[in-house]
């Protein structure tokens, strides 16, 4: 097949079959763009999680604080016509070269083209013990036990004051139950916001009532007959009826472990977003680590964001019906949350180099967070990134001018050689 | 006038009656508007949403008041009980009654708000809607028991505002109010095509902004933080909306019709039974080339013909009707040169005229149907339930494969899988659908798929690890569609072929025939080089 795409024409017509593996933002998206691009074969999307497509960000944002239903988090499948949807399904392995997987419900599945985007899966960290009353949030199904546990807990924990730390912490405190956050840095959303923003979120929250723990970290835990106890590196201990983890997520890749593509750290892909060293294998959302122009550098990094999940799909699937013409994929990464009533929206990059221009949009007020605040961020002259705090109007100027700006050069990416067909271990039939 | 002190409450509860209607009338009225789209651009949400509950609660007040006053006239024939029970006042049952329903009714579509997170936008929506049959009660109430209703001014008064309400509240009906719109489309169909409608949910508008970065021309953000939309997209911006729509922090912004040109496989025609593991043993000669298979295809005609119906279309022999407008990226299929894309997946391409003939008289099974934009969304089977893929499983080969040799396209051909093969019969039609744009673009529908040459199907249900026997190559010498088993170290001498050469845009495009076949034995380097190429996407817009 190979032989003959690299002689001339075929693209993935009628009689070939995409296998879309995730059907997370980045599967549904990757789906709807192949058939709305002409895709005529069949379509197969494999998820893991019991059901349909749905908007992972509602998690830690309506469903937890009850503005949504999970209901109202279903995707819209309008645009993907005849599309197998199969979920609760696994894949377990991958034979790139017969090009198959290997479903955990025992059967092989061959594909012409496939979609690599299955996407995280959450992780506790390295000595925690599990046991009822401690959360993870990465699903549907784990909102939905959150949600029903919140209902009888009077205080909660949640260790990580990343983005999702701090949703929690507001939905908890929305739903007048006390927060307690433990968070090892000096203030919260450090890698999401950067420090001005973050010291200024950092204070709002705190004059909003959210217990805050900075720059301590979780030295044991310990599960109690009625909730769970946390000692922390100062001595200090926490009390709690319910524990939520958000401290890491990890990409979910085990199934593409017996394949040439570097795995190390999500999936490694080339500018195009093709899988480095397997042949007709797109991947996209957060399982991709491919150098984006925008970025800068020459190193191939993962984004996990709603907004850049969609469009790594949709760009996902255009490169792969367009194969070797398909052009580098660049994409703005930006994001947004709500807050207790601080609207946060990112885009660009904020690295730790550039200048930070920070403007308050009503200077006397108090409040600097509330009252709308914006960083720009200006790296050589050019606008790199902007942070805003209820100030959509401003941010939605800088942004657009960030995605009207000429992207730069393409980058390199070494490409690892392929492993040789002879060592290829074939798929582990489990039967 | 020395009034009795019975009149003088009559007269106070009848006033206070009278405002507490006019003020329920009011506030429906504006309750209305809060559902309509013209307001959500002009007015702000948080506006209209308290006016229309503080004039609400008002005029419930007033109700309850209305209410208590009539206890106080001292001969009264009201009690206590006669303003919580309906229908058991003595002097005007059904009257009194109807009020005292009203008033509990909208007592409870009231106090529904508090838990209008607890039950769900939908289920408070559909509860909240009881307020129009509670002002309804209220305005019998006050034509059946009201003093002062005599006047026939006064009657028409209070039937026309009740009219009003129940008008502009049947106005916001989805169904009534797409209708204007459905009647301008009936009068001009092509309108609606053309264009994507726009709506934003106001109760969910974050006004994060994230809709303007995508499509400025469509959304705006005001300085007061108000989102201005227009409500109807040009085809031309369909994409940007679609992005938009797609962006939206609040997910607040609902497209009518999704911007896009949907082709699909038909459900008859199933694809993974392409080639039979037969035919991929059988070298492919390339002598068939030449020949048009014209006994077993009465639809094929000459070759001649459909070289000059294809140039005529411009679109080749594999005729694909062009495509609209998708945005950023072109379109499959919108290239000038002819697709041979759609199967060569199994077909090993041996020189342009092996592409002709079978395109003429080898009708490809998976025949696709274009289903143009509609405005609706055509065949979406899946869009509730999930079907499951059942001829995704089974390998006819899967047991010997210790290794995995290449031998090109592996069928999927389940065991006694009934959508496996396309029904067998020359004269079936897996072509045109009903209604749809025939396929053919010289007209003719296509034959049935791969069956009807006389080559046997291998028996369906064959076990695996067997193969199917080895078609018998018929008369003509075709076998049928030939997977790549095996690259022919030289395609056939090309003799000069001027109507086939002819055949589509793309000849002078054409790689030369005499270009290098790969090497079987480069056949397994899987670079990242030998993803499908397809002018049509990559190479832009024609």
Partial sequence: MSFLRSVGGPAFGPRDRIVVVGAGAAGWSAAGELRRLGFAGELVAIGAEPTRPYDRTACSKGLLNGHQKPK?????????????????????????????????TGETLAYDGLVVASGTRATLPRGWPTGPGLHMLHDLADARSLRSALSGAGRVAIVGGGLTGCEVACAVTGMARSAVLVNSQRFLMPRS??????????????????????????????????????????????????VVVTAGEKPDVD????????????????ASLRVAGLDGVV????????PDRRHGTDAPRRVGQWIMAVEQGRAAARTLLAGDYAPPVSL??????????????????LSDQADVHVTELRPRRRDTARAGVVADYVEDGRLAGVVAVNAPRAFTVACRTLLNEPVPAPVRVTIPEPARFEEYQPLRLVR | MLRTAQDSVHLVAATIGFVSYAALWGGTLWGTVLRSGWATSRLRHQTVYSVHMHVVLLGLTLGIVHGIVQMAAPYGKVRAIDVVVPFIDRSDPIGVGLGVVALELMIATALSVLVQRKLGYARWRALHSLGYLSFTMVAAHLLISGSEMYPAPVRTAVAGSWAVVVLAGVSTVAPVARMPRAVLDRLSPRHRAEEVTVAVDPGKCGSFGFCEQEAPGIFTLRSDQRLAYRSVVPSDQAEAAMR????????????????????VSQPGADTSTVAPLATTLTPHTGTQAAVPDTHADPHAG?????????????????PRPALTDTGSFPAVGTGPQPRVAADAGSFPRVGAQARVTDT????RDGAQTRVTDSGSFPRVTDSGSFPRVTDSGSFPRVTDSGSFPRVGAQPRVPAGDPRSYPPAGVGQHTGPQPGLRPVGANGHTRPPAVTGHGSPLPAVGTPPGSLPPVAPAPANGHTGPQPALRPVPRPPARAPQPGLRSVGRRAAADPPPEDPLPAPDQLQDTGRHHLPRLRGIAGGRS
Avoid at chain 1, 208 to 234: C, Q
Wanted: one cysteine or more; charged letters at 20%; aromatic letters at 4%.
């Fill in chain 2, 302 to 318: 000459s070759l001649a013909r459909m070289a000059a119906a294809a140039v005529d279309q411009g679109t080749g022999s594999h």
């Fill in chain 1, 193 to 242: 916001v950067g420090e001005p923003i973050g010291a200024l979120i950092t204070a709002a929250h705190l004059a909003s009532g959210i217990d805050l723990r900075l720059g301590r970290k979780v030295a044991d835990a310990e599960p109690r007959r009625t909730g769970w106890r946390l000692l922390l590196d100062s001595g200090e201990t926490v009390s709690a009826d319910l």
């Fill in chain 1, 332 to 349: 703005l990464p930006r994001f947004w949350s709500d807050q207790n009533g601080l609207r946060i929206e990112v885009c660009g990059r």
């Fill in chain 2, 360 to 363: 003429g008289s080898f009708p």
């Fill in chain 2, 244 to 263: 938009a729509a797609v962006v939206c922090p609040a997910r607040a912004i609902k497209l009518g019709r999704l911007p896009a040109t949907v082709v």
């Fill in chain 1, 255 to 270: 199934w593409l472990a017996n394949t040439p593509a570097d795995t190390s750290d999500g999936v490694l892909c080339d």
């Fill in chain 1, 72 to 104: 109202d988090t279903v995707l819209d499948l309008r645009g993907h016509p005849q599309v197998s949807w199969r979920t609760g399904t696994r894949v377990l392995d991958t034979d790139p070269y017969g090009r198959r997987l290997l479903l955990d």
């Fill in chain 1, 283 to 290: 991947a996209a959302g957060s399982v991709a680590r491919w």
